[in-house]
């Protein structure tokens, strides 16, 4: 089992940037594909980038491809998204989630992942 717990999150203007991280516990960390998730008020929970085990492949939305990042230090037991440009549109609660999936495919289906952190609010102001 895995404990994640997100931090970062915060108030930016529109056009800059966070820097959104994700300490999990537990020794098989690096075992795990992970993920970020957000949802804004009203709507339902969207996938936003996957990583895999080893940190060599990863995914992304459409609408946060180019300007997001996802990262991980298996050393450190950490994920990382790097956001940039940052829209108002962006502006939801940021979760990150594991799970136990080895297919090299991404996994962008929420029900996919096996556990969650609390998430972390980003408000981009215009």
């Known amino acids: 089992q895995v404990q994640l717990l997100e931090s970062g999150g915060g108030l930016v203007q529109a056009g800059g940037s966070l820097r959104l991280s994700c300490a999990a516990s537990g020794r098989t960390f690096s075992s795990y594909r992970m993920g970020w998730f957000r949802q804004a008020p009203g709507k339902e929970r969207e996938f936003v980038a996957t990583i895999n085990w080893s940190g060599l492949s990863t995914y992304y939305a459409d609408s946060v491809k180019g300007r997001f990042t996802i990262s991980r230090d298996n050393a450190k037991n950490m994920v990382y998204l790097q956001m940039k440009s940052l829209k108002p549109e962006d502006t939801a609660v940021y979760s990150c989630?594991?799970?136990?999936?080895?297919?090299?495919?991404?996994?962008?289906?929420?029900?996919?992942?096996?556990?969650w952190g609390q998430g972390t609010q980003v408000t981009v102001s215009s």
């Open positions: 989630a594991a799970s136990h999936s080895l297919s090299p495919d991404p996994t962008v289906v929420a029900g996919s992942y096996d556990y």
